[in-house]
C-alpha cells in the first residue's frame, strides 16, 4: 500500500499515544488505523472488512473488527458517527489535541468528513448543564454537522 508522510507521521503517534494509555497498537490494530488514515471517510465495519481484504489480502473477522474499533476509539484515535454509523480517524492525531466535544462535519453525498478543532466552538460545560436541566446526562457527547462539502457541489453544478 501507499505508504505517505502524513500516514507514517501519524502511525507513529499512534503508537506514543497507545503507549501513553499503556497499551498496544497491534499488527491489526494498525492496519485497520492505517485503512481508516487513508481512505479520508467514514466507513461501515463491514467497507472496512472488505478493505482489509482488498489492501492486506487477508482476512478481518467482524468480531476482531469491532474490537479493534471499540480500542481506537477509546484511545481517541478513531471516532464513531452515531448517526451514520460508521467510522472516521481522527482528525487531529499530529497534534494530539483533547477531544472535550468533537465536531464532525460530514457531507451526505460523498461521506466525507471534517473534524473542527474544539477550542473554537461551544463549550461543554454550556452544554452539560442544559442537558441535566433538561433531564439528560451526556455520555459520549460529539455534534455531528450534515452538510455537502464543496467537491460535491461543484461536481453536481458541472452536472
Ligand atoms: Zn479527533
Ligand atoms: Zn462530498
Redesign the pocket.
Known amino acids: 500500500m501507499h505508504q505517505n508522510n502524513h500516514l507514517r507521521i501519524s502511525l507513529q503517534l499512534a503508537e506514543k499515544i497507545c503507549k501513553k494509555h499503556d497499551m498496544r497498537l497491534t499488527k491489526k490494530r494498525r492496519q485497520v488505523l492505517t485503512l481508516l488514515l487513508t481512505t479520508n471517510k467514514a466507513i461501515s465495519a463491514y467497507e472496512l472488512i472488505e478493505l482489509f481484504e482488498t489492501n492486506f489480502d487477508d482476512v478481518l473477522l467482524p468480531m476482531t473488527a469491532y474490537r479493534a474499533l471499540e480500542f481506537l476509539e477509546e484511545v481517541h484515535l478513531v471516532h464513531r458517527l452515531n448517526t451514520a454509523n460508521k467510522y472516521v480517524a481522527c482528525a487531529h492525531i499530529s497534534c494530539d489535541a483533547h477531544h472535550e466535544l468533537s465536531h464532525f462535519l460530514i457531507?451526505?453525498?460523498?461521506?466525507?468528513v471534517d473534524e473542527l478543532n474544539d477550542s473554537h466552538t461551544s463549550n461543554l460545560s454550556d452544554l452539560t448543564s442544559q442537558a441535566e436541566q433538561t433531564g439528560y446526562q451526556l455520555t459520549s457527547p460529539q455534534i455531528e454537522l450534515n452538510g455537502?462539502?464543496?467537491?460535491?457541489?461543484s461536481?453536481n453544478n458541472n452536472a
Open positions: 457531507c451526505q453525498q460523498c461521506l466525507c455537502i462539502c464543496n467537491k460535491c457541489l461536481t
